[in-house]
């Protein structure tokens, strides 16, 4: 919890468990978590209450189909799904329309989602085939991603396997769906009941076929590559006006059109006794340019010494239909080095360190109208952001014995427009195999060099103790308290239970 002022909360019941059976393999799990807590102002005022519920529902049944004898080669068949329950019963303006100081379109306070639900086929026909059918996620070189339709996936014994999907994404504000992993820049939902003249810019939420494909090595422990393509579309309506004029009918978007379209791939060798290597990039076809390059090494200098480096390219893209593809945006480039060492089987270190630069393209540009002049550079229409930089680095170690944990982790932040470095100390212990005592102990500065009334020092402290009901059972108890001069003093106490039953 994050807040401005003195808060409490209170976060309790997360419950699990799992249940199995001989014939088909099944398994129940639901976990729950509630949180109550107010965020008030300086002056006492409740800015925002905060009732929430979240509880997620998730079955599992598997080996439906039985190997039979050894020319089936495993085949499997078995079915997943998981629903979730995330409610906020706080501060009811927020989904009042009548509501014009705090309402908030698009948000509901009791949404269902289901998060995936699928059947899945494998090692079928002799181990060439494979299939999922229902709401699923794909993870590949282009991000995580989900949809609702039937993924084919052959493989072959020749160490490659072809992947091809199609349906429709998953988009918020569709019945039982979450706009989580559509692409960033428009704001969409359900406007059912909406006055069609009030917040046009948030946009109705419409179908969106999808398709995608993909080729990768199998059957390699050393190697594996993948290359993905995937294309979605726009369907529905997409007002271009974030303001109604009252003069002019708005335009709009229509039909179908491209929402996404890119093409990814990566490359990961593993050799399990000197090290790893990864690397990667996608491709924009809509912005016609690269929006993400990345690449690793890990070497294992020794069996108690991990050293790695990173380097990260980044270029933010955004739907089709999203005025921010209009803009220019700060293209980031990351390079950082990291390594932990093992010292003893007690204690273990790790530290990093990295550094960041934003630039913005600027370069000349050709006047359409007349193509016979040379090209110009005009510093008020193409400026540049000045290529900010920030580096910093992290650190920490860890200490264990017997039932004692010792730990603390410290970092800094430096760049151009402020600074921020602190630490952390943390202590658990394990009484009697029941109780378990915890703290930690926090501290921490930052400067902030575009609002200068606003650095401050924080310190705080946490103390907590638990129960263990069982092997995999815990009830915990924490108090929080924090403090700084821009906030005050904040309080916070938190109850959790974990609770997993296996018969």
Known sequence: ????????????????????????????????????????????????????????????????????????????????????????????????????????????????????????GRRLLRGWLGFRAGRQYVVDPLGWWSFDGALVKVTSPYHVAFEGYGGFEVRGGLPLSTGRF????????????????????????????????SVETAGWSWLNAKLSYRRVYNTGSSNLSQFQSGLLTPAIYDGMRISQERIGGSVNFNLSNWGGVKSGMVYDFYGSNVTQVFASADVYATKRVTLSADYDYYQPSFDADSIWNFFGAEPMN?????????????????????????????QPTRSNSSPGLTDFYNPSVYPTNGTPFDAGGTAS?????????????????????????????????????????????????????????????????MAGIGYLLGERSKANLEFDHYMNSLVGHRFRLVFSLNVAVTP
Request: charged letters at 20%; aromatic letters at 12%; glycine letters at 12%.
């Open 334 to 362: 990351y390079l950082a080095l990291r390594g932990s060492v093992e010292a003893t089987e007690k204690l273990s270190v790790s530290a990093s360190g990295y550094g960041r630069v934003f630039s913005i393209q600027t």
């Open 182 to 213: 559509e692409r960033d820049g428009i704001w969409r939902g359900d406007r059912s009941g909406y006055d069609p003249t009030l917040y046009p810019s948030f946009q109705p939420t419409s179908i969106a076929p999808a398709m995608g494909t």
């Open 1 to 120: 919890m994050r807040s401005r002022s003195p808060a409490l909360a209170l976060a309790s019941a997360a419950f699990t468990s799992s249940l199995s059976a001989s014939a088909a393999d099944y398994d129940v799990t639901s976990d729950t978590a509630a949180q109550f807590y107010d965020v008030r102002s300086p002056t006492g005022e409740v800015v925002y209450a905060r009732r929430r519920v979240t509880t997620t529902l998730g079955v599992g049944a598997y080996n439906l189909v039985r190997q039979v004898d050894k020319r089936r080669l495993g085949a499997d068949l078995s079915f997943v799904a998981r629903v979730r329950y995330d409610a906020d019963y706080g501060n009811g303006g927020f989904t009042d329309p009548g509501d014009y100081g705090q309402f908030v379109p698009g948000l509901s306070r009791g949404p269902v989602d289901i998060m995936y639900a699928y059947l899945e």
């Open 397 to 461: 170690l860890r200490y264990r014995a017997g039932t004692l944990t010792l730990g603390a982790k410290g970092a800094g932040n430096f760049g151009d427009s402020g600074q921020r470095v602190g630490g952390d100390v943390y202590a658990e212990k394990l009484i009697s195999q029941r109780y378990v005592l915890s703290g930690r102990g926090s501290l921490w500065a930052w400067d902030d060099k575009l609002r200068t009334n606003r650095d401050s020092v924080s310190g705080g402290y």
